[in-house]
């Protein structure tokens, strides 16, 4: 259940990100519900290998690489998607650093909400 809000309110951060930035356009909210989908599914499977590829890059810039991993994702999903639209890199670079603005925002809200996530294993003794 609470994967489910999480990724409805990461669909309406979608659609909020299109009124703070121009240059990010998204159809419908149908379409912002893919574009956090496939946003969560290159952050989860492209992104850490982009990070191991880039390490040394990232390490010489202190970490601020990141940030262009981040934006390159976010204009990745833009190039899958037919309803979300990312017109160039700076707007990504922007989109990408609210997107995980409003998705820590999200996520401490749904800790507080519905408490902490429960891990698989046997139970603390």
């Known amino acids: 259940m609470k994967l489910i809000i999480r990724w409805l309110l990461l669909a309406c ?19 912002a519900l893919w574009a956090a989908f496939i946003i969560g599914l290159l952050n ?27 934006a390159l994702t976010f204009q990745m999903a833009s190039g899958l998607l037919d309803g979300f639209h990312v017109q160039g890199f700076w707007h990504a670079l922007l989109g990408s650093v609210l997107y995980s603005v409003f998705s820590l925002v999200i996520d401490v809200a749904l800790e507080r909400m519905m408490g902490p996530r429960m891990m698989p294993g046997p139970p603390p003794q």
């Open 44 to 70: 989860a499977f492209v992104r850490p290998l982009l990070i191991l590829l880039t390490l040394p890059v990232t390490v010489l810039s202190m970490g601020l690489f990141l940030f262009v991993i981040n």
């Open 13 to 31: 951060a979608l659609v909020l990100l299109t009124q703070l930035d121009p240059g990010i356009q998204v159809r419908s909210f149908g379409s």
